[in-house]
């Protein structure tokens, strides 16, 4: 009889972690679809030269700036 409720305990178990691997699937596609979307908002992933401009100037110049002054 014991073997029997083990054998159901672990059906059960595995059906309950197939349904948790499925929705952590789906919840990582939903967080992966607003990435992208957030992303096009904030003009991250869009063809202006502006929002790329900005990007690529934001930090690496003031890094190289605050390296050479404190290398001097």
Known sequence: IQSVFRTIGR??????NGIGSILMAI?????????????????????????????RSGGMGRRRHAGTTAAI
């Open 11 to 16: 059906a059960i178990m595995g059906v309950v």
């Open 27 to 55: 919840i990582n596609g939903v967080i992966g679809v607003i990435d992208v979307i957030v992303g096009f908002l904030t003009c991250n992933y869009c063809g202006s030269r502006r929002g790329r401009m900005r990007r």
